[in-house]
């Protein structure tokens, strides 16, 4: 079965610094990735998707990720912080194919984005 | 824009209650989800639905129940109520494509403080 690890419960970041944020999920022979937001006392909302083709992938807010299948990872980049980005961030992967049977996202336990003024 | 509404942002209910959640959405997607998500723990699957009247368990279906009657609209139930269901609960909805399953999208949540 998939699974996804974020190894950082809780990352600082001062603003206009650079962050990364890291999210390894299991080995499958076909995946898609995502990648979503959640503010303070809101629902999630998609930042990017990987489905095919490119590795790097831009995504709202100025967010990129990039697929590395050989390491299974699929890390979340952001070159400047700003205030507004302090919101938990939630990996997730969904395997291929889909709709013949009940085909489930699972999301990672997400990381935690405090930007420091 | 797709749009996912949850009939509540906040409840307060008494152990022992039964406690609908309902929820909405405008697009005509196939797909609704039910999470609940508890700090550390991210979001955990409680039922899926993939078309009117059908629906599977996920990873945490005891104590809840679910119905689809209409395409749109999707409730989650919770039988009798306990304190350990105290939690954020998240309907999601989503559409199948010929490549497969696309993103998610969430309603705003809903806050379920049983007492």
């Known amino acids: 079965a998939q699974s996804v690890t974020q190894l950082d419960s809780q990352v600082p970041v001062f603003e206009e610094a650079p962050v990364e944020l890291r999210c390894n999920y299991s080995s499958s022979v076909s995946v898609y990735l995502f990648w979503y937001v959640q503010y303070p006392n809101q629902g999630l909302q998609l930042l990017l998707k990987y489905l095919s083709g490119s590795t790097l992938v831009k995504g709202i807010n100025g967010f990129e990720a990039e697929f590395n299948k050989s390491q299974t990872s699929f890390h979340l980049r952001k070159p400047s912080v700003h205030i507004s980005d302090t919101a938990e961030y939630f990996c997730a992967v969904s395997d291929l194919p889909l709709k013949t049977s009940y085909d489930k996202v699972i999301f990672g336990p997400g990381t935690s984005l405090s930007v420091i003024p | 824009d797709v749009k996912v509404t949850q009939s509540s942002r906040y409840l307060v209910k008494r152990t022992g209650e039964k406690v609908f959640l309902e929820c909405v959405q405008d697009?005509?997607?196939?797909?609704m989800f039910w999470y609940r998500q508890d700090p550390g723990l991210g979001l955990r699957l409680i039922y899926f639905s993939y078309d009117v009247k059908m629906k599977e368990k996920g990873d945490i279906p005891e104590g809840y129940s679910v119905s689809r009657e209409k395409k749109e609209r999707f409730s989650l139930i919770l039988e009798s109520a306990s304190t350990n269901q105290t939690s954020m609960y998240l309907c999601?909805?989503?559409?199948?494509?010929?490549?497969?399953?696309?993103?998610?999208?969430f309603g705003p949540g809903t806050r379920l403080t049983v007492t």
């Open positions: 999601a909805s989503s559409f199948w494509d010929l490549s497969g399953l696309y993103e998610q999208y």
């Open positions: 697009m005509d997607h196939e797909n």
